[in-house]
């Protein structure tokens, strides 16, 4: 069945939407998050478990450090104050990947409260986005469905558990809600968890991914008739797994409550999910209980207390920030607004940067990201940075133009045998015997044909018409496959020609 | 001040996962409505003041460096299992996402 | 029974370590002393003869090669209650939940006992989950009172008390969390400690309440008992509320108290804990080790602790509370019972089929209880109000503890009670736990030593005493000199008179 759904532009006359957006992002800590077992990704399911992640009776939780310090780097990024004290609370529920029963987690006392992150928009704009809290909590084991279709839950005869993941380290980070968006709402969740996303990475604490879970995202959505100041019933939609995804799981919802709403109905509170097939959310099972999660402190483990001296010197280690990385290329750069924008969109500023590390002039460098290579992956329908050419190896090309060895034909030739995975821009020149002929006995034979081919022309530069020699280093180039060195071309027709 | 119903006992087992039977209903809301009324009286202490203590000793900051240990292998992990397959606790099927 | 199983740990020590006796010698006379009575006294759900006498070989070989031994007690017998983990044994908590439960790892707590050479017998019985007073919440049965066996042994930790009187370890370790070692010791006539909040690690240890919890000695002399926690005792990385401090001097304590006399110490007798409710018996045995006190020249003061009288239901929130958290985890999907999985049911189903079957009634009537006071809309009338009668229970001790040294009350207003005598009443099992609690609560150390028999029924009596956090060695080196001066008095030590068992068992 197919919710109807009311057209966007029509709900933005009616509806102001507010958004809510909760991420979880799984640190990439060399440990879980309350024992030591390796935190990696893909091993043989339930080899990386010990008593206390299994939930095993009798085991008890000891908190990893390096994990609270990598939760007060991002407290810090975002901008949120550092609680002096703060502490652990039981969340209670029952599931089979909960290997307790309950999950550890922050409750009413989290480690980082009140941030901000800016996010940019399209339009060159900046968003910004309250944070309301970032805190730690433990993440639950996996449940493979057997018997039904495909992995689904639903038609299941039995389930398999592991517990590989069970007890990684996960931080969630909660926006204030986000009103006052209008029709950018979906731009904004997207721009806001892709902002997240980089600044994680910067920060170096997550693998950000979202395919393989590391990065996961859960949108809050309600509608509020215009005039209005109280928010509407929201939905959570879970199971979105891409940043496309976070836009379309907000905007679906939007047309989605907006048609409830418009033919007199009324929001259920309730957690959806989203699928990325159909771009569609559904509802799931209704549960018999409410939830009731019953939290109280976590008596095993004891309260935090990050002191001035601590968060002080995890501050000093905050890398470059996206934000202040982007001013500062610019003015480094010479961008305009306007560049910048593209620049950022294109999603190339750190592949241009590096390039730039690895010797290009900012100007090529760019050039090469935002034209060609992002034209290539357009063309491949994968992320600029899946392409399989480093900004080490486009950094090699530009060289290779600047010296002359290559004209920028034969560099987009290279630039095409590197993504071809023919090895190194040299291999590839080569092999293919790329080089810009500048040999003077090779060229001057080709410039004596050609001139021979069209004595007409060769009487006219004879004459002084000296923009006639366009047509003979052409015919060169044309002759050479665009190898010739087209300046030294045109000295030797003149030369020849010399009245 | 309590007086737990019979629902409300029915609902505490829900919450708890235990089927519990009808006679126990009878007996349970019986026995948890006399220790209620008399665990009652710590809500008539006065207290306003009083910082709750949830840990009697006073520690804090107790932390593990991030070093790997070795856990369990699989087979001790899943040595107490009811059921396994492919390395994994096989369960009844789950009707629901968490 | 034999000379040896008379004998105190220290003293089986001793002669083990001068290789006047083997420790292969007693564990065979234990384990013949439980082949003998253990049918009647129902002490243990497991022994395991073989592991014991490969331990006790291994201790007896390193002698030997003229080692020194590795531990005090190296050699020496215990019991372990089965709500500690062992890899070798099982672990089931007195419950049908966990019947057969094989661990996959040993509490800390067994590791060390195995480190000092201490010779592991076996796992003994407990209410299930160390919920109750009496050990008939055991879904095994009930253990008996070897000092009559128509009575229960306490509880929760009613098989390991048991287990020290009838001679059938001369060492054993329970958990305490509100009362489950004192109260058994009280009423078995042997020594029991319960040590300071994070004073012996927990890891491992099954938790009922983690906030209350904590493991110590059951023993039959105040020394045996000081040896045995400094063994168990001390700093475990693994337990986050695990104190990372040196055990306090608990054996030298025990030492210089046998010595006799308690000139300068302050010793504060607490009001509350007198009166209604209490067996006459136990009020006069409890005044005549006061007076025995005073002889040794300690100062008695009165002391009132006015919160105590909220320790009771504040307790009886907070555990239930912790247990409801604690206990969930039993689900039948990765260890112990499954029930009702016939392939159709779903996960869910199964769960409240396993719980239902696998738990007792009053782990049933806790968990909801404690699910009850957790709740949305009770939480702060239930749970947070306890929390902050505890602030007041703490701010108490605190008070007492400037005007005296040590405190001290009867450990439980009874005797031990009939078998059957409170099953129904589940409240007035409750006050078993009375003088107990408020220990528990505030995470303090306390002990019982025995204080002679009570003259109305001839059953044991135990005298508790309190001593701030990590001053255990305060409440040893009383314990110790009470236990000198009393036993001087009766003319031997208590446990002498614990009846023939062999007798009866036969």
């Excluded at chain 1, 993504?419 to 810009?436: F, I, M, Q, R, T």
Aim: net charge negative; glycine share 8%; charged share 20%.
């Amino acid at each position: 069945m197919t919710a109807a759904l009311m057209d966007y532009d029509a709900l933005l006359d009616r509806f102001e939407p507010v958004l809510g957006l909760e991420v979880h992002v799984e640190l990439s800590t060399a440990t879980k998050m309350f024992c030591s077992c390796a935190n990696v990704f893909g091993a043989p399911p339930n080899t990386h478990v010990c008593p206390t992640c299994l939930g095993l009776p009798g085991s008890l939780p000891v908190l990893n450090r390096a994990a609270v310090e990598s939760v007060i780097r991002i407290g810090l990024a975002l901008n949120c104050s550092i609680a002096p004290w703060c502490r652990f609370a039981r969340k209670n529920y029952f599931y089979p990947d909960m290997p307790k029963n309950f999950q550890v987690s922050q409750y009413d006392e989290p480690i980082a409260v009140h941030g901000s992150l800016d996010v940019q928009l399209g339009d060159g704009s900046t968003f910004t986005v309250g944070i309301e809290r970032a805190h730690m909590e433990e993440d639950t084991g996996k449940s493979l469905h057997v018997g039904g279709a495909t992995g689904r839950i639903h038609g299941a005869s039995h389930s398999l558990l592991d517990y590989n993941r069970a007890g990684v380290p996960l931080i969630e980070i909660v926006t204030k809600p986000i009103v006052g968006t209008g029709a950018r709402a979906p731009e904004v969740a997207r721009a806001y968890v892709t902002a997240l996303r980089d600044l994680l990475r910067a920060l170096g604490v997550s693998d950000v991914r979202m395919d393989q879970g590391s990065l996961r995202c859960d949108a809050n959505v309600s509608l509020m008739p215009h005039g209005s100041s109280v928010f509407g019933t929201r939905t959570e939609t879970k199971n979105v797994n891409s940043l496309r995804s976070v836009e379309r799981a907000v905007r679906y919802e939007m047309c989605r409550q907006a048609a409830v709403l418009a033919s007199g109905g009324a929001i259920v509170q309730e957690t959806r999910h989203f699928d990325e097939a159909s771009g569609t959310t559904s509802a799931g099972r209704r549960k018999e209980t409410s939830e009731d999660y019953r939290y109280f402190p976590e008596p095993d483990l004891v309260p935090i207390t990050p002191s001035d001296e601590w968060v002080d010197k995890l501050r000093a280690t905050l890398p470059e920030l996206p934000r202040q990385r982007r001013a500062r290329v610019q003015a480094e750069w010479g961008l305009s607004d306007l560049e910048l924008r593209d620049l950022v969109n294109a999603g190339a500023l750190e592949l241009v940067a590096a390039t730039v590390d690895a010797g290009a002039p900012p100007a090529e460098a760019r050039s090469w990201w935002v034209a060609y290579l992002t034209q290539q992956a357009n063309s491949r329908g994968v992320e600029l940075t899946e392409l399989t050419i480093t900004p080490k190896q486009v950094a090699r090309v530009i060289a290779l133009v600047a010296e002359g060895a290559l004209t920028n034909n034969l560099a987009r030739q290279v630039v095409d045998g590197v993504l071809a995975g023919e090895g190194e821009p040299d291999d590839v020149v080569a092999a293919h015997s790329l080089a810009v002929v500048s040999d003077d006995s090779a060229l001057t034979a080709a410039v004596e044909q050609a001139l021979a081919a069209q004595p007409d022309v060769a009487a006219k530069i004879r004459g002084g018409k000296v923009a006639a020699a366009g047509a003979i280093v052409g015919a060169v180039m044309k002759a050479t496959g665009g190898q010739a060195n087209a300046q030294r071309v045109r000295e030797l027709v003149l030369a020849r020609c010399a009245p | 001040m309590p007086t737990i119903s019979r629902d409300e006992v029915a609902h505490l087992a829900r919450l708890a996962r235990l089927a519990v039977t009808e006679e126990e209903l009878a007996l349970f809301a019986g026995q948890l409505d006399v220790i209620l009324t008399s665990v009652a009286r710590v809500s008539e202490v006065a207290v306003e003041d009083i910082p709750p203590t949830s840990h009697a000793i006073g520690l804090e900051d107790v932390f593990r460096d991030d070093v790997p240990r070795p856990g369990l292998t699989q087979q001790q992990a899943l040595s107490g299992a009811y059921a396994t397959e492919d390395g994994r606790f096989r369960v009844p099927r789950i009707l629901d996402e968490s | 029974m034999t000379g040896l199983t008379q004998l105190s740990a220290a003293e089986l020590a001793g002669r083990i370590h001068r290789r006047e006796t083997s420790a292969v010698e007693v564990t065979q006379a234990y384990l013949d002393r439980i082949g003998a009575v253990d049918t009647a006294v129902r002490a243990f759900l497991h022994t395991d003869a073989d592991g014991a006498l490969a331990a006790a070989t291994a201790v007896d070989q390193s002698l030997q090669r003229g080692d020194a031994p590795v531990s005090l007690l190296a050699g020496v017998p215990l019991a372990l209650k089965d709500v500690f983990t062992t890899v070798d044994m099982p672990t089931t908590c007195g419950s049908r939940i966990l019947q057969g439960w094989r661990p996959p790892y040993d509490a800390t707590v067994t590791r060390r006992l195995r480190e000092a050479g201490v010779v592991i017998l076996g796992k003994t019985n407990m209410d299930e989950f160390a919920m109750g007073s009496s050990t008939e919440n055991s879904a095994y049965g009930p253990t008996r009172n070897p000092w009559d066996l128509d009575r229960v042994p306490g509880g929760s930790g009613g098989g390991s008390a048991a287990a020290v009187a009838a001679f059938e370890a001369p060492l054993a370790v329970g958990t305490d969390t509100g009362g489950s070692i004192r109260q058994p010791s009280a009423v078995t006539g042997t020594v029991g400690v319960k040590p300071t909040y994070g004073g012996v690690s927990r890891y491992g240890l099954v938790a009922f309440s983690s906030s209350l919890d904590q493991g110590g000695p059951v023993t039959r002399t105040v020394l045996d008992a000081a040896l045995l926690h400094e063994v168990i005792g001390g700093h475990d990385p693994l337990d986050s509320t695990s104190i990372d401090a040196p055990v306090p001097p608990v054996v030298a304590a025990a030492r210089a108290g046998a010595t006799g006399e308690l000139a300068g110490v302050r010793i504060g007798v607490v009001s509350e804990f007198r009166g209604e409710g209490y067996q006459p018996g136990v009020l006069r045995a409890f005044e005549t080790a006061v007076d025995r006190l005073r002889d040794l020249g300690a100062a008695v003061v009165e002391v009132s602790c006015p919160a105590f009288d909220h320790a009771l239901p504040a307790y009886y929130l907070i555990a239930p509370s912790e247990c409801s958290s604690n206990l969930a985890r039993f689900d039948g999907m990765r260890y112990g019972l499954r029930c009702g999985d016939d392939g159709t049911r779903s996960a869910e189903e199964v769960m409240s089929l396993t719980r239902e079957a696998g738990f007792g009634p009053e782990v049933k009537r806790r968990i909801m209880l404690g699910t009850y006071a957790l709740s949305a809309g009770y939480y702060d009338a239930y749970y947070g109000q306890a929390q902050k009668v505890r602030t007041l229970i703490i701010r108490d001790f605190a008070a007492a503890f400037e005007q005296a040294d040590v405190l001290i009350s009867p450990t439980t207003p009874t005797t031990a009670f009939r078998l059957g005598e409170r099953v129904d009443d589940p409240l007035a099992m409750y006050l078993s736990d009375l003088c107990t609690i408020p220990s528990n609560l505030a995470g303090n150390a306390a002990l019982s030593v025995p204080a002679g028999l009570s003259d109305d029924d001839g059953l044991p009596v135990g005298l508790q005493v309190m001593a701030p956090a990590m001053a255990d060695d305060r409440a040893y080196r009383v314990a110790a000199a009470y236990e000198a001066a009393r036993d001087a008095a009766d003319g031997g030590p208590l446990w002498c008179r614990v009846p023939d068992l062999e007798a009866v068992s036969r």
